[in-house]
C-alpha cells in the first residue's frame, strides 16, 4: 500500500532516473530478503553462528584458527541458498543495465542472485559463495565442483581451499572496490539498495555518489545512517518499490 508521499516520492525518483545517463547502484542483504535470504542484522539466523556473531566466524582470525568451522557455517548458507530465486528487486536491477549508457551494480552480497537474475558485469565487493580459493596458490574452483571433504582440496597444488568471500578484517578484492568508487563518484543517480550502510569500506560509496552530485536514493523499509544524506527514501520492500519505477 504506497502512501500520498510514498507516490510523490516515486514519482521524484522516477523523474530522476529519466534524466540521468549514468547510475550507480549499491546492494545489501536486504535486496535477497524477498528471496527467502536472511538478513544480516534483521535478526534470522544469519546473524549467529553457535553462539559465535557473524563478524567473528565470517573473520580472517577464523580462517587461521578453525577453518573446517568456517565451511561448516558457508555450508550452511549453500544449504539456505541452494534452492533460492532472484526476486524481483533483482529482475528489475537485471533490465536497468541495458537503459542507461553507463550502469554498474556493485553488491555487498555473495549469494550471486544478481548474476541469476541476468545481471553482467556485478562487482562483486565482498566475493562469491559459490567460490572456493586455494589457501596457497589462489587457484579458484566452484564449490560444487569439490565434493564433500572440508576443507576442500586444491585441483592443482592439493592444498586447503577456503570460500572466495572478503572476511571481516580482510580487503576487499583488487581492483573491484578502485572500479566501483570511479563509477560512484561519476554517477548521476545513485541507489543504495537493502543494506544498513554499516560496513566499510563499501558503505562509503554512496557518500562517494553524493559527492561526485548523484542524487541519492535510499531503499530500505527502515532508516539508516545514509538516511540524513539521501535526496529521496523509498521506504519498503525493494521487490515491490524497485518495478514501480519503471523501465521495465
Ligand atoms: C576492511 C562476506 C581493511 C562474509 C562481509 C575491526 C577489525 C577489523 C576490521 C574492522 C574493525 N572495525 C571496523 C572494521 C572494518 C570492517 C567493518 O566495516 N566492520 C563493521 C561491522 C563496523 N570492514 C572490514 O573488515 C572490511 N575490510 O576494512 O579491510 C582492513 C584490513 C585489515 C584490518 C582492518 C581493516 C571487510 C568487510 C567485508 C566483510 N564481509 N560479507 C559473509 O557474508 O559471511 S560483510 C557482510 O555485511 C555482508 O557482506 C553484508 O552484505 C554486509 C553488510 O550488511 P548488509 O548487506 O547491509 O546487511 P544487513 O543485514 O546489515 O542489512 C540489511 C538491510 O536491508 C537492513 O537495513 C534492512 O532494513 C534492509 N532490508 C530488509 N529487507 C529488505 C531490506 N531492504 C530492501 N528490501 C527488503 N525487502
Ligand atoms: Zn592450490
Same mark, same amino acid.
Given at each position: 500500500?504506497?502512501?500520498?508521499?510514498?507516490?510523490?516520492?516515486?514519482?521524484?525518483?522516477?523523474?530522476?532516473?529519466?534524466?540521468?545517463?549514468?547510475?550507480?547502484?549499491?546492494?545489501?542483504?536486504?535486496? /535477497?530478503?524477498? /528471496?527467502?535470504?536472511?538478513?544480516?542484522?534483521?535478526?534470522?539466523?544469519?546473524?549467529?553462528?553457535?553462539?559465535?556473531?557473524?563478524?567473528?566466524? /565470517?573473520?580472517?582470525?577464523?580462517?587461521?584458527?578453525?577453518?573446517?568451522?568456517?565451511?561448516?557455517?558457508?555450508?550452511?548458507?549453500?544449504?539456505?541458498?541452494?534452492d533460492l530465486k532472484p526476486n524481483p528487486a533483482h529482475k528489475t536491477l537485471a533490465r536497468w543495465q541495458d537503459k542507461f549508457s553507463s550502469f554498474t551494480l556493485a553488491t555487498q552480497n555473495i549469494d550471486g542472485l544478481?548474476?541469476?537474475?541476468?545481471?553482467?558485469?556485478?562487482?562483486?565487493?565482498?566475493?562469491?559463495?559459490?567460490?572456493?580459493?586455494?589457501?596457497?596458490?589462489?587457484?579458484?574452483?566452484?564449490?560444487?565442483?569439490?565434493?564433500?571433504?572440508?576443507?576442500?582440496?586444491c585441483l592443482d597444488c592439493r592444498n586447503p581451499m577456503r570460500p572466495d568471500v572478503v572476511l571481516f578484517g580482510e580487503m576487499l578484492p583488487v581492483g573491484v572496490f578502485d572500479r566501483a568508487v570511479d563509477a560512484a563518484?561519476?554517477?548521476?543517480?545513485?541507489?543504495?539498495?537493502?543494506? /544498513?550502510?554499516?560496513?566499510?569500506?563499501?558503505?562509503?560509496?554512496?557518500?562517494?555518489?553524493?559527492?561526485?552530485?548523484?542524487?541519492?536514493?535510499?531503499?530500505?523499509?527502515?532508516?539508516?545512517?545514509?538516511?540524513?544524506?539521501?535526496?529521496?527514501?523509498?521506504?519498503?520492500?525493494?521487490?515491490?518499490?524497485?518495478?514501480?519505477?519503471?523501465?521495465?
Open positions: 500500500m504506497t502512501s500520498r508521499l510514498q507516490v510523490t516520492e516515486i514519482e521524484r525518483v522516477r523523474e530522476s532516473l529519466h534524466a540521468a545517463h549514468s547510475v550507480f547502484v549499491l546492494t545489501g542483504a536486504g535486496v /535477497s530478503a524477498e /528471496s527467502g535470504v536472511p538478513t544480516f542484522r534483521g535478526g534470522g539466523n544469519a546473524a549467529v553462528w553457535k553462539g559465535m556473531p557473524f563478524y567473528e566466524i /565470517s573473520s580472517a582470525g577464523m580462517v587461521e584458527r578453525d577453518l573446517p568451522e568456517v565451511w561448516a557455517w558457508f555450508d550452511y548458507r549453500l544449504g539456505v541458498l541452494s544478481h548474476q541469476a537474475a541476468g545481471s553482467r558485469d556485478v562487482y562483486e565487493l565482498h566475493g562469491n559463495v559459490w567460490t572456493a580459493r586455494c589457501i596457497e596458490c589462489d587457484a579458484r574452483s566452484d564449490v560444487r565442483r569439490l565434493g564433500a571433504a572440508r576443507p576442500p582440496v563518484r561519476t554517477a548521476e543517480v545513485c541507489f543504495v539498495v537493502g543494506t /544498513s550502510a554499516l560496513v566499510y569500506p563499501a558503505a562509503s560509496l554512496p557518500e562517494v555518489a553524493k559527492r561526485g552530485g548523484a542524487f541519492l536514493v535510499e531503499v530500505n523499509p527502515e532508516k539508516t545512517p545514509l538516511t540524513e544524506y539521501c535526496d529521496a527514501s523509498l521506504r519498503g520492500p525493494a521487490g515491490e518499490l524497485l518495478p514501480l519505477l519503471g523501465f521495465e
